[in-house]
């Protein structure tokens, strides 16, 4: 056998075979979502990193429920230099029996119909008190820890990073936001 047929062997083996990696279990929306207390300011403590807040460093979301059952949402941005940046988009719910399953559009109008920038967007941790809340979606490629106040108590914190890591959550490449996290 040649070494191109060892190689093609090889890989047809390795395509053939599945992996035995561990998968991450299924995650898991909050049961139930009050939209009306979801709604308005929210403060970024944390994000898993992405292009569309690079170089941010201060962060808010701003929910706004519309007649129609749609949430518009409003992000602003201070990036590190000082600008300031924001992008609308809209939320829609996806599952109204708990509102924790969502999809989020930041397309232009015109770009809508292509489905280009709509992703899904769960609420998968929220305090009772709706303090703060933690969004991601079902890959966990995005995260984003969220809070009422610019400043989220480190204990909460810390208790939140042990949740998500016992939910398969990969945190090595965590982006905290500056001066978002006080000890108690």
């Known amino acids: 056998m040649t070494r191109i047929q060892i ?10 075979f599945p992996s035995t990696a561990q998968k991450p ?16 300011l929210w403060h970024e403590v944390a994000r898993l990193p992405h292009s569309f807040e690079r170089s ?13 059952g749609k949430i518009n949402i409003t ?3 201070i990036k590190e230099n000082g600008h300031k940046r924001s992008a609308h988009g809209e939320v829609k719910i996806v599952d109204k029996t708990n509102n924790a399953k969502m999809k989020v559009e930041f397309a232009p109008d015109w770009l809508k119909w292509s489905g280009i920038g709509k992703e899904d967007y769960w609420i998968i941790d929220i305090d009772p008190q709706y303090k703060w809340a933690v969004i991601s979606e079902p890959n966990r ?18 208790n ?7 939910w398969d959550f990969d945190l090595s490449h965590l982006v905290v936001s500056k001066r978002q996290i006080a000890s108690s």
């Open 7 to 16: 190689s093609i062997l090889f890989t047809l083996l390795l395509w053939h």
């Open 25 to 40: 279990s299924p995650l898991m929306a909050q049961t139930k979502v009050d939209l009306q207390k979801f709604m308005g």
């Open 56 to 68: 941010c460093i201060q962060i808010t979301s701003e929910y706004t429920l519309k007649k129609d």
């Open 75 to 77: 992000n602003r941005c």
């Open 141 to 158: 490629d995005f995260l984003w820890i969220l809070s009422r106040m610019p400043v989220l108590d480190s204990k909460i914190y810390d």
């Open 160 to 166: 939140i990073i042990n949740k998500l890591e016992n």
